[in-house]
């Protein structure tokens, strides 16, 4: 995989430009070291996908594509407004899953990171991962009292390939 496609807009504001050190300066919570971020890619056998668009100009198209490439875990969509993505079943919700995954992988806006965290919470999901750009140390919080590892603003397709592809 190249460069490019490994750092595309797919997997959002780079951490060293200024205005990625200025977006992370104020920041309170802190996630996991890439050491357990490691740890819970190369332990997970399955991922949801939460927002998983139809659209293969979409992040979350591009970042299930890739892991569906990678055939290491297996994976599970969700989008209430979609049917099927990439050949697979897409499930309206964390509920209708038929297993729970072990990571609850999240492209929605920060206002709805909140809702995702319940549903994760509600099912017993024990990792909550939110995409590049997302951000809110709210529900981060709240996933952690509840027993999830939280992982956040960190694209799981730069994670896996830098950390467990090697």
């Not at 490439?69 to 899953?97: C, K």
């Not at 995702?116 to 951000?135: K, N």
């Not at 709240?142 to 397709?157: F, L, P, S």
Request: glycine letters at 6%; one cysteine or more.
């Amino acid at each position: 995989m190249s460069e490019s496609e490994l750092m595309g807009e797919a997997c959002g504001i780079p951490a060293d430009t200024p205005f990625g050190r200025a977006l992370r300066a104020s920041r309170t919570w802190t996630g996991p070291s890439d050491t357990r971020v490691r740890e819970l890619l190369t332990n997970a056998k399955t991922i949801a996908i939460v927002g998983v668009s139809e659209s293969p100009y979409r992040p979350s198209h591009d970042i299930a594509r890739y892991l569906q490439r990678t055939g290491r875990y297996e994976l599970y969509f969700v989008n209430p407004n979609a049917t099927e993505v990439l050949g697979q079943r897409v499930y309206p919700d964390l509920a209708s899953l038929p297993v729970v995954p072990d990571i609850v992988d999240v492209f929605r806006r920060s206002e709805y990171i909140r809702e995702v965290a319940e549903e994760a919470v509600a099912i017993g999901a024990p990792t909550l991962w939110v995409q590049s750009g997302i951000w809110d140390a709210d529900a981060a919080r709240y996933a952690e009292e509840h027993g999830v590892t939280v992982v956040m603003d960190r694209c799981i397709k730069v994670d896996h390939h830098v950390l467990v592809h090697q």
